[in-house]
């Protein structure tokens, strides 16, 4: 899935951005860049005059450099001949606003301008378009960033930028909304039946010049989180594959047609599918300037024939959740009482399988003495050997398992209740500790979410479930924090494979702020939702992909109803812990 978050700027926000005055002043209050309004990309801009003061210079800079099919062009424009070389558009720094400063004068004909805000994230610096939250702040502005430009007047020209410290573009966040696009790279899963997304941002919006984009980081690989857990049949080559868009769209990879059958049908998916966002009509692979057959579709193919590969969506998923320790579903077949088998449930997580049944998991208990539970709705539940301070249980998709928090501990449990610990490491492979809080599954059951209790705070980590082995080894590798520290986490759950729903809470002298946010796989587009309608903080939240958001807060539950909290009865509706069928 990607999303489109606007249009690339162009020349008309000059307008907005020149002051009026000329010459190098002495001294000047520092100014917020406008607010940038989006234009169509390409659009011819002129050089800056040789009236235009630094200050102006930097801020028209910062503006239209953001373009993605002409930020070569304005580099051109605004800095000398000998930065111009120096100077790459791929990486990005994301700032809550943007401060211009006074012109400081060193010479004559040099000089300086700052520019300063709260760092919320940055893109590569490779120019993968890989996205990196700054996780101190509160997700609306962490850690202070400063730019410097160093000036030069050039005879005849006028002031140009000669120097920086930093990498890329430098804009707000609401510009980042505006200007970039996210776009996911495509991979399979380690059993090559589901593609992973791989989200990836970038301004450019020329068709021909997303798709090289497009192919060139599929070919580069995933990135680092899921190298471990899925699978590309693209060569690794970056320079090897070219696209051509045309009717078919041309896409040499060299080596194409000495592939096996199944695996030229691999290759197909994921061409076809990441350069969907660029050309949705039909492709041709070549190899040595040959069409290569792809089974199933001959010479030619486009992504509807792969649209199983991504994980499909359930329609109308029940929704279930406790009142009085008894399983209640909304809009789904009733649990009977005899699955409980007389416990008191507090959490419960139901699942699909190839027959009629479902599974059932659940906590009972209270405190450090829970337990879980796990069986068939068929043949009922019964105890396993986990036992301690528990989080909500979550199946893993497809599979005959359930995963649990138990205090530090992450465990897997099958239906004969066999009990596995699953280790969590960084991407460095160390070991990642905290009590576990909350557990959750991506749709496609290749990542995972979960809350981390620590001395330092409540973080959501997001790792990829890595399969290992003919006996089954697991391990979540290379978790990371996408949450920012200054909010204190309560539970998690997917909306999709690449949107988060949280429950978590700030504290600003002494007052206590509760919100539900939403947040990408990678830490970007961090949003407060807000609580509006409810009663009090909410406790548990739940969502699924086309599906509106539950919450409980108080022992009654509540969803999501344009963009406020409703009862979804009209009147008070007792539970807690909802959950979709998973």
């Known amino acids: 899935m990607s999303r489109r978050l606007g249009l690339a700027v162009a020349a008309a926000v000059l307008g907005l951005l020149l002051g009026g005055c000329t010459g190098v002043p002495s001294s000047s209050s520092p100014q917020v860049v406008e607010p940038l309004t989006g234009q169509p990309s390409g659009l011819s801009v002129s050089a800056p005059g ?18 993605g099919d002409t930020r070569g062009q304005i580099a051109q424009l605004y800095l000398t001949h000998e930065a111009y070389p120096k100077w790459s558009g791929d990486a990005a720094t994301i700032l809550d606003s943007l401060t211009v400063s006074n012109f400081v004068a060193v010479t004559s004909d040099t000089g300086s301008v700052t520019v300063s805000g709260r760092k919320i994230g940055s893109l590569d610096a490779s120019g993968s378009g890989t996205y990196q939250p700054d996780l101190q702040g509160v997700g609306t502005g962490g850690a202070r960033f400063t730019a410097t430009f160093g000036l030069k007047h050039v005879p005849n020209a006028g002031w140009r930028i000669d120097k920086w410290d930093y990498k890329g573009v430098v804009l707000d966040l609401a510009a980042f909304q ?54 590309t049949e693209v060569p690794t080559d970056p320079t ?75 329609s109308a998923p029940s929704l279930f959740y406790i009142v009085d320790g ?30 009629p049944d479902l599974r059932i998991a659940a906590t009972t208990g209270q405190g ?10 068929g043949s009922g539940i019964r105890s396993t050997a986990v036992r301690g301070n528990l989080s909500r249980p979550a199946w893993a998709p497809h599979l005959d398992e359930v995963w649990v928090g138990s205090g530090t501990a992450l465990y897997r449990v099958n239906l004969a209740g066999k009990v596995e610990p699953v280790p969590m490491v960084a ?29 330092s705070g409540s973080q959501i980590w997001v790792g990829a479930v890595v399969r290992q082995g003919s006996a089954g080894q697991v391990h979540v590798d290379s978790l990371v924090q996408i949450s920012p520290e200054g909010v204190s986490m309560t539970d998690v759950a997917w909306n999709d494979q690449l949107a988060l729903f949280a429950i978590g809470h700030t504290v600003d002298n002494g007052i206590v702020s509760v919100n539900v946010y939403e947040v990408q796989v990678d830490g970007s587009l961090w949003f407060s939702r807000g609580i509006s309608g409810l009663p009090q903080a909410p406790d548990s939240i739940t969502v699924a992909e086309n599906e509106v958001a539950w919450v409980s807060a108080g022992g009654t539950l509540w969803n999501q109803q344009a963009g406020s909290w409703a009862s979804p009865s009209g009147t008070e509706t007792r539970g807690v812990n909802p959950v979709y069928l998973e």
């Not at 495509?186 to 984009?213: C, G, H």
Request: aromatic share 6%.
């Open 240 to 314: 090897s594959v070219k696209v051509t868009l045309g009717n078919p769209a041309k896409v040499v990879v060299p080596g194409a047609a000495q592939l096996d059958p199944k695996t030229r049908g691999l290759l197909a998916a994921q061409i076809a599918t990441t350069l969907q966002p660029a050309y949705g009509g039909l492709v041709e692979m070549t190899d040595a300037g040959q069409p290569v057959q792809v089974p199933d579709a001959g010479v030619t193919f486009n992504a509807s024939l792969y649209t199983d590969l991504v994980q499909p969506v359930a």
């Open 326 to 355: 008894h399983v209640q579903v909304v809009n789904g077949d009733p649990i009977p009482s005899s699955a409980q088998r007389g416990y008191a449930l507090t959490s419960v997580a139901l699942a699909r399988t190839s027959s």
């Open 178 to 231: 505006q200007m970039f696009h996210e776009h996911s790279l495509y991979f399979f899963d380690s059993s090559e039946k589901r593609l992973i997304a791989d989200p990836r941002y970038t301004a450019i919006t020329d068709p021909a010049q997303l798709a090289s984009w497009l192919m060139t980081r599929l070919a580069t690989g995933p990135r680092q989180e899921l190298q471990n857990s899925t699978v």
């Open 368 to 377: 450090n003495s829970e337990q879980l539970l796990v069986g068939t709705v």
């Open 427 to 455: 991407p460095n492979g160390t070991a990642v500790a905290g009590r576990v809080d909350a557990v959750r599954f991506s749709p496609d059951g290749t990542r995972i979410a979960v809350v981390l209790t620590s001395p």
């Open 50 to 67: 040789p009236e235009t003061e630094p200050r102006d210079l930097v801020r028209q800079f910062l503006n239209l450099s953001l373009s």
